[in-house]
């Protein structure tokens, strides 16, 4: 008999997992170009180039003993010092390899941060709609998610009901931007007003809240929008970057936390940190991968592909008669449905063999997301049939 916790958790599964191996099975019965699946953040660029050189030149190069054997478990310092450098020329912060440590992707570094913080009833604040997994990240550590509800008027953070489910227990309040699932992009003066919400709030109840930046999708932004970086507004802010979608390497397990030298009780923070990377299993981050990314930390995907993928999407859906904001990043769009009914829209699009995501899984009904970091073809392809489903609700 499996535990109770995760009979629950395996119940709450995720919708997202389920649908991409429903789309496998689509492709294997009508042919893979004849589905059209939006269900999966799964990068269709490919690493670049540079990638897979540099897999090759280290295996061919690096004495095995060192490459292969066990280490610190925050990851190798002058990788981690590397990383460092690069946040300092790019964000103009002052990090060094003891601000570092690096996870196996960023599920992993939001993982060892709730290990880290959060006492059992710990809250951990989310604005909906979120990245479904943030709940089973925070029950594994028995916190409690509390929901700030959606602003579908423009998909930006509530500051006012975030200001009034603020309590004594809040310890976490997790920022993802660019957006997962709307590809909405936080502005500088959402994250000033959101830091002097936290400020007050943690002088009237004299604790630490900390922020935590889930930031997958950093470099996938459009035109000259620009993604603050949160530790220079708000100083108990702790970063969780991964470089499965900035350089297309989710099967990887790849990325790094940040904890500025500034937060609450750095010294045990970073310590604690350390040992749970060791004991919740991932003991360190992939040695190779580890290494990739210092000879690659200059490298880049490919953002005129997606870009073109939103645009194309985007225009044909609003053609089709569809509302849905234009994303500003990430490879999301959130589409709002036409009955407000979004599991029975998901269920009328599979007619049309297009898979797309219930906003629900975000906690946010009435959408879905669709996920457009795929082939070109698949989204000309599919336009005429969305316009199929459309006239099928008369719009
Ligand atoms: N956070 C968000 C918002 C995501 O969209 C994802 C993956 O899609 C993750 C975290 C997990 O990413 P990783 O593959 O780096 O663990």
């Not at 407000?340 to 998901?346: C, L, R």
């Amino acid at each position: 008999m499996i535990s109770q916790k995760m009979v629950a958790l395996v119940k709450g599964s995720s919708v997202i997992r389920a649908m991409f191996e429903e789309g496998k099975k689509m492709a294997a019965e009508y042919g893979a170009e004849n589905v059209y699946d939006f269900s999966l953040g799964n990068p269709n660029v490919p690493a670049p180039d540079a990638v897979r050189e540099a897999i090759i030149d280290i295996v061919k190069n690096e004495p095995p003993l060192k490459l292969h054997g066990y280490m610190s478990n925050a990851g190798f310092e002058d990788v981690r010092a590397t990383v460092a450098g690069s946040l300092n020329e790019r964000f103009g912060t002052s990090f060094n390899e003891n601000n570092i440590i690096m996870t196996v992707g960023a599920a992993s570094g939001l993982n060892v941060t709730f290990k880290t913080l959060l006492n059992p009833g710990d809250e951990v604040i989310t604005f909906a709609p979120y990245f479904g997994e943030y709940k089973n990240y925070v029950i594994n550590y028995d916190g409690v998610l509390v929901e700030i509800s959606p602003d579908t008027d423009t998909f930006r953070p509530n500051l006012k009901e975030f200001e009034e489910k603020i309590t004594a227990k809040t310890k976490c309040v997790i920022v993802n931007s660019p957006n997962n699932p709307t590809g909405v992009v936080y502005s500088e003066a959402t994250i000033k007003e959101m830091a002097g919400i936290l400020e007050s709030k943690q002088k009237e109840y004299g604790t630490s809240i900390y922020i935590v930046s889930d930031e997958p999708y950093r470099e996938l932004v459009y035109g000259d929008i620009e993604v603050p970086y949160i530790t220079k507004y708000y100083r108990n802010t702790i970063v969780g970057y991964s470089y499965s979608k900035s350089l297309s390497l989710p099967g990887e397990r790849i990325g790094y936390l940040v904890i500025p030298s500034g937060v609450d009780d750095y010294s045990d923070v970073f310590a604690a940190a350390c040992v749970a990377t060791r004991i919740l299993g991932y003991v360190n981050a992939p040695s190779l991968m580890q290494r990739v990314i210092k000879e690659c930390i200059n490298e880049k995907t490919d953002i005129s592909y997606y870009d073109r993928n939103r645009i194309t999407l985007y225009e044909g859906l609003i053609k089709a008669g569809f509302t849905c904001r234009k994303p500003e990043g990430a490879f999301y769009l959130f589409m709002k449905t036409p009955t407000g009914d979004d599991k029975e829209f998901v269920a009328a699009a599979k007619k049309y063999n297009i898979l797309v995501v219930p906003g629900s899984s975000f906690g946010c009904p009435g959408y879905v997301r669709i996920a457009y970091c795929v082939a070109y073809e698949t989204i000309v392809n599919s336009l005429p049939e969305f316009a199929k489903l459309a006239g099928d609700y008369g719009l």
